[in-house]
């Protein structure tokens, strides 16, 4: 286990060690190198520090002194104890000290310290040093010595300890060392260069100390990088996730005792329902020690000021000013000079606002005050804040004791306001709060709805979810709030319940509400599109018809956002101009949106319509927002955007590495309902690559959870999945059967999977032969709105139709009129399949000088893109349109391409139905062509095809040679 660099628990206690290495031996370099990363024992994030202080005595040849600064809790002492270890495993005498309050007034107590372990060489000196430094330690009697007789002895001591091997003497705590010690250790530390004996000591900065620190070298240890803050907390912490996680990095601030203990605190679950991160986090006894004692030592006028400005936040001068006077006193800033003095505050001059010098020093001045204290501090906030509504309602809700409908009202509203702004976590603390307050139990219950249903939906709070709702019930047995049947409806889906059950409960509630469709009413729309999600998981057209009844009777008009929705998931391909062009007018302002719900609304229309990229920003924003703690439902919602995005403009690794971040939330939150999305992003992105095993693999995950559960929606996309690793692999029938399965031929369903499908299955079709079919797919294509829906769906529409056209010239027309398309190059796998697929047909109708440029074109995209499957379909072509291949001479025959191209796929396993699917002929002629190979290759079966390939190409490379 890493250790983490901070100090000792508890007050220091006395004790002095020493260290030896197991044999003497003299050591030039007295501080070797740092324990390496790979060290069990290593300090996470200290490795330059270490490397540093350790450079520091081993570029001297001979002893040095340095001062270690450093905050309470950042580490001093692990760093000391490493460095120590360090030196006495290069074979050094390490003499420790630890100064301690207790023994600040006894003199030469830390000195005992020092030479307790040396106590044997002190007959290595004079009598009279030797009997001063006797006494002066305790080791025996007489007359008080003089002091400068002590320090010469100590300093005589330690240099004929340092000629048996080098001494390195270390005191942690320095300001707690007694007044004479520390004149020694300064009198020493001074007088030490050009001896074998150096001198290491650690303090906190701008502390009273006897040590005079003046001309000595001084390392300041700051606090640790985000990185290491972060690899700390999860190797301690494994099970914090999420906010919590992030509330312990923001207020510890690289502080390594900060993050364990804060960590601990928060690792224990938290009991009730309603509640979420306290906004001040817990200090364990270890950061009291450290910080409430120095809040306690000020004067109580200072205390009640430091008070308010923790409360307060802001640090706003002019608010603790009013806050100050409200409560008696005349001046804040006055009372304050005294913790500014002490190093707790200081006033930033840009902003002319009061600073904490640490969050733990704001979290010590609540932990140091009583209840009263602080109801009566947020009582007087709460007076001086009128013009700040939110800070208003959360002041009072602190200071109120008994239920008071107008303070709950304003908590309400400002919970509203507060998940405007996408904090969903506070949002929810904000509207328990409001709940505690409701003097009706109506009210309590509507209240407590909301949240859990926030926490539901939104954080994955599922157990505190399901306990609000219980406390909801209770509060409101004849109550049913749209918000609590959405927060149970969540609760099921995450818990293996069907979506049918689901969309009927859901449904159901909507129509018996007492709303009245008000368009306002923000439970009635989160209900909808918690309904769309149940639309679009369930795959069935009669799911969208409580949707479509609710949208139409919404007054006075329905949000557009719910509206364009409806339209493209529900019937894709019949969206009109009017519905693409409020489409676009509501993504055009998708990079100003700051509600992460509503940009994850926005990326869903975008979903269907191929137009992430308007999204891209504003879901990476939602993302980064996620990683460190914002709400969990987002964050996966944005990822998958962000992931099918990536796949459809070419970004594959990006693509993959967005699904398995998604999987492993969805996995460690308990939203396992929305782990499919991540397997078929994953499976597209490996069926394009070639990788069927994977494809399939993902595929039957994705059926696995969608089959017992009903959602065909799920099914469909892995059908998708399916059908392009049946491509890539040239197993055209089951290809075209698996797509048949979504939408059969000359019928584009209602899906969105339809019309991402409708390409595969044309070829699919056109290669096994079934050209009708395929021409009445591409007819009931141009019919539909879809190539209005995409530029890359219009992309593949035209490819399609000149799969499908029977005239080589026509067909030829099409396949460029497709690739001519302004933004063709940015869907690059969809772009390299139709000019495969030109490619193809110039060479089958004959054109192949013409052919090439396509074939060079798709080839090059494959191979970037990582697909090898399709990149070695593009290169067969390539190499069938070439000269015919010779033979050895002696036999005096020649294959031409088409006959090379059969040999090879013959000779790869394929069955002549396989070989006939593929090359578009029928399997008579491909018998043909065997016939016709097997005596110039002077083989009799198809057993013999692979060695005498191999020995042309053999022949040919020798020849060219």
Same mark, same amino acid.
């Given at each position: ?6 100090p000792?628990s508890g ?6 060690l ?8 003299s ?16 300090l996470?994030?200290r490795?330059h ?10 570029d ?7 001062l ?14 490493s460095?120590?270890?360090a030196a006495?495993d290069s074979?050094a ?17 830390a000195?005992?310290?020092a030479?307790?372990?040396?106590r044997?060489?002190?007959d ?5 040093h ?11 009697g007489g ?7 002590v320090?010469n002895?100590?300093l ?13 003497l270390?005191v942690?705590?320095l ?12 009198f020493? %530390?001074r007088r030490?260069s050009?001896t ?7 303090m906190?900065?701008?502390s009273?100390?006897f040590?005079?620190?003046s ?5 300041q ?10 690899s700390?907390v ?9 906010q919590?996680?992030?509330r ?21 679950d ?8 306290? %906004?001040?986090?817990?200090? *364990?006894?270890?950061?009291q020690?450290l ?8 004067p109580?006028g ?14 706003d001068?002019?608010v ?14 006055k ?16 902003t002319r ?15 140091s005050?009583?209840s009263?204290?602080r ?6 906030l ?7 509504p939110e800070s208003r309602?959360?002041?009072l809700?602190? %200071?109120?004791l ?9 908590l309400e ?6 998940l405007?702004?996408?904090?969903a ?7 328990a ?13 509507r209240?407590?709805a909301?949240a859990?249903y ?5 954080t ?8 609000m709702l219980?406390?909801?019930?209770q509060a409101?047995p004849e ?9 149970s409806?969540?609760l099921?889906?995450?818990s293996?319940?069907d979506?049918?059950?689901a ?7 909507i ?8 368009a306002?009413?923000?439970a ?6 918690l309904l769309?999600?149940?639309?679009i998981s369930?795959?069935?057209p ?11 009777r ?23 101009p009017?519905t693409?062009?409020q489409l676009?007018?509501?993504l055009?302002?998708?990079a ?8 994850v609304?926005m990326?869903?229309?975008?979903v269907?319509?191929d ?11 939602v993302?980064?927002?996620?990683r460190?703690g914002g ?12 992931a ?6 070419g ?7 967005l699904?398995?971040e998604?999987?492993?939330l969805?996995?460690?939150?308990g939203?396992?309902?929305f ?5 078929y ?8 690559r070639g ?6 693999a993902?595929?039957?995950r994705?059926?696995d959870?969608?089959s ?9 996309c892995?059908q ?5 690793a049946?491509?890539a692999?040239?197993e ?8 048949s399965?979504? *939408?059969?031929?000359g ?7 339809a ?13 096994t ?10 007819r009931a ?9 995409s ?10 139709a000149?799969?499908?056209a029977e ?8 396949f460029?009129?497709?690739l001519?398309?302004?933004?063709a190059?940015a ?7 139709v000019?495969?697929?030109m ?12 052919c090439?440029?396509p074939?060079?074109?798709a080839l ?6 990582? *697909?090898?499957?399709w990149?070695?379909?593009a290169a ?7 000269s015919p ?9 020649h294959?031409?391409?088409r006959e090379?191209e059969?040999?090879?796929?013959a ?8 070989i006939a699917?593929?090359?578009f ?31 042309l190409?053999?022949?040919n490379?020798?020849?060219a040679?």
């Amino acid at each position: 286990m890493p250790m983490a660099a901070g100090p000792r628990s508890g007050a220091a206690t006395t004790r002095a060690l020493t260290t030896q290495a197991p044999t003497a031996r003299s050591a030039p370099v007295m501080v070797p190198h740092p324990p390496r990363a790979t060290d069990p024992e290593r300090l996470i994030g200290r490795d330059h520090d270490l490397e540093r202080v350790s450079r520091f005595f081993s570029d001297r040849r001979s002893g040095g002194s340095l001062l270690l600064s450093g905050d309470p809790g950042i580490g001093k002492t692990m760093l000391l104890d490493s460095v120590a270890r360090a030196a006495a495993d290069s074979g050094a005498r390490v003499l420790r000290v630890v100064g301690a309050q207790h023994e600040a007034d006894v003199s030469y107590a830390a000195l005992n310290q020092a030479f307790l372990p040396l106590r044997g060489t002190l007959d290595a000196v004079d009598g009279e040093h030797r009997d001063a430094l006797r006494v002066a330690l305790g080791f025996g009697g007489g007359r008080p010595p003089e002091r400068l007789v002590v320090f010469n002895a100590a300093l005589a001591v330690l240099q004929a300890a340092a000629s048996e091997r080098p001494v390195l003497l270390v005191v942690d705590d320095l300001p707690w060392v007694d007044r004479v010690s520390a004149a020694a250790f300064g009198f020493i %530390a001074r007088r030490i260069s050009g001896t074998p004996v150096s001198f290491l000591a650690a303090m906190r900065p701008g502390s009273d100390s006897f040590f005079e620190t003046s001309g000595l070298p001084t390392y300041q240890l700051l606090p640790l990088d985000a990185q290491s803050a972060t690899s700390l907390v999860d190797s301690h912490s494994p099970g914090l996730r999420g906010q919590a996680r992030q509330r312990v990095l923001e207020t510890a601030q690289g502080n390594p005792l900060a993050l364990l203990e804060l960590a601990d605190a928060l690792q224990t679950d938290r009991n009730s329902a309603s509640q979420a991160l306290p %906004a001040v986090l817990p200090l *364990s006894g270890r950061l009291q020690s450290l910080f409430v004692s120095r809040v306690r030592a000020l004067p109580r006028g200072t205390q009640a000021v430091l008070l308010l400005a923790a409360l307060d936040g802001t640090g706003d001068l002019g608010v603790l000013q009013a806050a100050a006077r409200a409560m008696g006193a005349s001046s804040a800033l006055k009372d304050l000079a005294s913790a500014e003095r002490e190093r707790l505050v200081h006033v930033d001059r840009g902003t002319r606002r009061l600073v904490f010098r640490h969050p733990l020093i704001r979290s010590a001045v609540i932990h140091s005050s009583t209840s009263d204290e602080r109801r009566t501090s947020h009582g007087v906030l709460a007076q001086v804040s009128v013009d700040r509504p939110e800070s208003r309602a959360w002041h009072l809700g602190e %200071a109120t004791l008994e239920p008071d409908e107008d303070v709950a009202t304003l908590l309400e509203d400002a919970a509203r306001r507060i998940l405007d702004r996408g904090d969903a976590e506070a949002a929810i603390s904000t509207l328990a709060r409001a709940a505690d307050l409701s003097p009706l139990g109506a009210d309590r219950g509507r209240r407590l709805a909301e949240a859990a249903y926030l926490g539901a939906e939104a954080t994955g709070a599922f157990r505190s979810a399901s306990q609000m709702l219980e406390v909801a019930r209770q509060a409101d047995p004849e109550g049913n709030s749209l918000h609590s049947t959405a927060a149970s409806v969540l609760l099921l889906l995450n818990s293996g319940g069907d979506v049918i059950t689901a969309h009927r409960v859901l449904a159901d509630a909507i129509e018996e509400g007492t709303h009245g469709y008000d368009a306002g009413d923000s439970a009635l729309i989160d209900a909808l599109h918690l309904l769309s999600l149940l639309c679009i998981s369930g795959g069935t057209p009669e799911l969208w018809a409580p949707f479509d009844a609710a949208l139409s009777r919404l007054r006075p008009e329905p949000p557009a956002l719910l509206s364009v929705l409806g339209q493209l998931h529900a019937d894709p391909a019949g969206a009109g101009p009017a519905t693409l062009t409020q489409l676009d007018r509501i993504l055009d302002d998708a990079a100003l949106e700051g509600d992460p719900a509503q940009i994850v609304r926005m990326g869903t229309i975008a979903v269907a319509s191929d137009r992430l990229a308007a999204v891209r920003a504003a879901s990476w924003r939602v993302v980064r927002q996620g990683r460190t703690g914002g709400p969990l439902r987002r964050h996966l919602a944005a990822l998958l955007h962000l992931a099918l995005d990536a796949y459809h403009t070419g970004r594959w690794t990006e693509a993959e590495e967005l699904s398995d971040e998604g999987l492993e939330l969805c996995e460690e939150s308990g939203y396992g309902f929305f782990s499919w999305y991540f397997h078929y992003c994953k499976g597209l992105v490996s069926a394009s690559r070639g990788d069927a095993d994977t494809a399939h693999a993902c595929a039957d995950r994705m059926l696995d959870q969608a089959s017992p559960r009903g959602l065909q929606g799920v099914v469909q996309c892995a059908q998708r999945v399916r059908v392009l690793a049946h491509l890539a692999s040239g197993e055209f029938e089951e290809s075209v059967r698996h797509a048949s399965a979504v *939408s059969p031929a000359g019928k584009l369903a209602n899906s969105q999977v339809a019309c991402w499908l409708f390409f595969d299955f044309v070829e699919s079709a056109v290669r096994t032969h079934r050209t009708a079919e395929a021409a009445a797919h591409v007819r009931a294509v141009r019919a539909s709105s879809v190539e209005a829906l995409s530029p890359r769906l219009a992309l593949l529409a035209a490819g399609a139709a000149a799969l499908t056209a029977e005239d080589d010239t026509e067909a030829v027309r099409l396949f460029e009129q497709a690739l001519s398309l302004p933004s063709a190059a940015a869907w690059p796998f969809d772009q390299a399949r139709v000019q495969l697929a030109m490619g193809e047909r110039l060479r089958r109708s004959g054109a192949t000088s013409r052919c090439e440029e396509p074939l060079q074109a798709a080839l090059r995209t494959f191979r970037r893109l990582g *697909s090898r499957a399709w990149a070695r379909r593009a290169a067969k072509e390539l190499r069938a349109a070439t000269s015919p291949t010779p033979i050895a001479a002696e036999w005096g025959v020649h294959l031409t391409p088409r006959e090379r191209e059969i040999a090879e796929l013959a000779a790869s396993g394929m069955t002549n139905k396989q070989i006939a699917e593929r090359l578009f002929l029928s399997h008579r002629t491909v018998g043909a062509h065997l016939y016709q190979i097997f005596p110039k290759l002077n083989i009799m079966s198809r057993g013999g095809l692979r060695d005498a390939l191999s020995a042309l190409d053999a022949y040919n490379e020798d020849k060219a040679s």
